[in-house]
Nanobody
């Protein structure tokens, strides 16, 4: 069973930065992409960023382009560097894994428990 564990959330002022990390354990063969989603109170979970296992292909939501950077520094680890944070970035950030970037949606195969990000104005 694949297990995803996030870390790095917290409270930050608007304009600040946070780095989230997600480590995958278990039989990850066949799961080629990992990424991040977020869910604000009262809203649906939305895609933030995704990256292939090699790091060669990335995908970002328009709302965070130019501010967030997704990366992988090991075969089963994905990071999300968040700069220029805004209050609207507040939410629970979830790590997810899927076989392809196209399948990295709200119906992705595996999910972490989530980590809270709170951006104060």
């Amino acid at each position: 069973q694949v297990r995803l564990v996030e870390s790095g959330g917290g409270l930050v002022q608007a304009g600040g930065s946070l780095k989230l990390s997600c480590a995958a354990t278990g039989p990850t063969f066949g799961y080629y992409v990992m990424g991040w989603f977020r869910q604000a109170p009262g809203l649906e979970r939305e895609f933030v960023a995704g990256i292939t296992a090699s790091g060669g292909i990335t995908k970002y939501a328009d709302s965070i382009k130019g501010r967030f950077t997704v990366s992988t520094d090991a075969k089963n680890t994905v990071n999300l560097q968040m700069n220029g944070l805004k209050p609207e970035d507040t939410g629970i950030y979830f790590c997810a894994a899927a076989r392809t970037l196209r399948e990295l949606t709200a119906s992705a195969d595996y999910w972490g428990q989530g980590t809270q990000v709170l951006v104060s104005s």
